[in-house]
């Protein structure tokens, strides 16, 4: 039809439409309210359930609440910049504006606060992939190449501390049910190395075009020996085998950090930088609680001890093992395990409960289904 002969639409039905849409977005944020509220509502109570609530409470009678503001914000200032990290590492391969990674960040931190086997670092990669249609796989290895990033960056904490404050190898205790040690501190910092120096190998290897085209050759390869030449051959091949090759290629794309020396040194410095600002917590935590006087160098020691006691499996939200730890660090310098006890809850409180309502807030923003991205939705590509 003839543009000039078409009629024009009634304005009357325009605005029909446009109250008809603004009825339904005003619907879709009250009910995504609702589901938050009553989500943070589950969330905090799965969490609470962990906790010594009695010893929480004669602790924090204690504390000086001037601090706990500028601690609780400088802890959720390092997720902004674990979100900028995160976002250099994509740029590598695919450019997302700072929402886009910074929203499913903390969502899946969320995620990994109140569902068990830290399946909000599933969460993350399955997000963008439905949001900003970036594959699954190249996604999940932007994660793989954050943990590289964090494991040098603790095993270069656990260096310093080491060459600072002795710690006995034979000083154990148990702690509500954990045991904890010298050894064990000491065997999870080996493990930490073996898992840095395998995640920088993989990352190097996938950097190297002609271990990339190794690989994909011998997946593309297999068809052949699973079945003889014909239309089921070119069927696996197609269906299953060209896919796990562009797998490859997302993964070494995921992985590409080495081959952009200047965005490696950013996220270097962005890793420090994450590290530093949540040991300051610890430190600030410290200034608000009379019965706590250690220096900024311990403080820092206590919370590179909690880190690597938050490795080992626990509940969601490393309740239990974290006090564990804080415990054994405390006890390094003299604190009475009742004081740390109720210090180490203070400040896994202060940490963990601004990201999961930050995590909260993103999931309503974003309109994700919190639940599925939790266990990382049904994948139809990669």
């Not at 944020?29 to 509502?41: P, T």
């Not at 969460?123 to 949001?131: E, V």
């Not at 690989?215 to 796990?244: Q, S, T, Y």
């Not at 999961?356 to 139809?380: C, D, E, P, W």
Request: overall charge positive.
């Amino acid at each position: 039809m003839d543009s000039e002969n078409r009629e024009p639409v009634p304005r009357v039905i325009r605005n029909g439409q446009q109250k008809s849409g603004w009825k339904i977005l005003r619907t879709r944020i009250i009910l995504s309210i609702i589901a938050g509220a009553a989500l943070s509502a589950a969330g905090f109570y799965y969490s609470l359930r962990h906790v010594p609530l009695g010893d929480l409470a004669a602790y924090m009678g204690t504390v000086d609440y001037w601090w706990i503001a500028p601690a609780a914000l400088l802890g959720l200032s390092s997720f902004v910049i674990r979100a900028l990290r995160w976002q250099a590492i994509l740029g590598t391969s695919v450019r997302l504006p700072f929402g886009a990674a910074y929203h499913p960040l903390m969502i899946g931190f969320m995620i990994n606060s109140v569902l068990p086997g830290r399946v909000g670092e599933i969460a993350r990669p399955a997000i963008i992939r439905k949001k900003e249609n970036v594959p699954f796989s190249l996604g999940l290895a932007t994660v793989g190449a954050e943990r590289m990033l964090d494991g040098i960056t603790l095993v270069l904490l656990f260096t310093w501390m080491s060459s600072a404050v002795a710690v006995d190898p034979d000083m154990e205790m148990s702690v509500r049910g954990h045991y904890v040690s010298g050894e064990v501190l000491e065997n999870l910092a080996s493990g930490m190395i073996v898992v840095s120096i395998v995640l920088l190998a993989l990352v190097a290897a996938m950097n190297i075009r002609a271990v990339q085209r190794l690989l994909k050759r011998a997946v593309l390869g297999i068809p052949g020996l699973l079945a003889p030449e014909g239309a089921r051959r070119e069927r696996l091949r197609e269906k299953i085998f060209v896919p796990a090759a562009h797998i490859i290629d997302h993964i070494a794309a995921g992985l590409s950090l080495l081959r952009h020396p200047g965005k490696l040194l950013v996220c270097c410095v962005y890793s420090a930088a994450i590290w530093l600002s949540q040991a300051a917590v610890f430190y600030i935590a410290v200034l608000g609680s009379p019965r706590i006087s250690i220096t900024f160098t311990q403080s820092t020691t206590v919370f590179i001890i909690v880190c690597l006691f938050i490795i080992l499996p626990s509940v969601p939200g490393f309740w239990g093992v974290w006090e564990a730890g804080g415990v054994f660090g405390l006890a390094l310098f003299g604190v009475p395990a009742t004081d740390a006890l109720g210090f180490s809850l203070a400040v896994h409180v202060v940490l963990l409960f601004p990201v999961m309502f930050a995590g909260i807030v993103s999931a309503v923003v974003t309109g994700v289904n919190i639940l599925r991205a939790g266990y990382g939705g049904r994948q139809k590509n990669s």
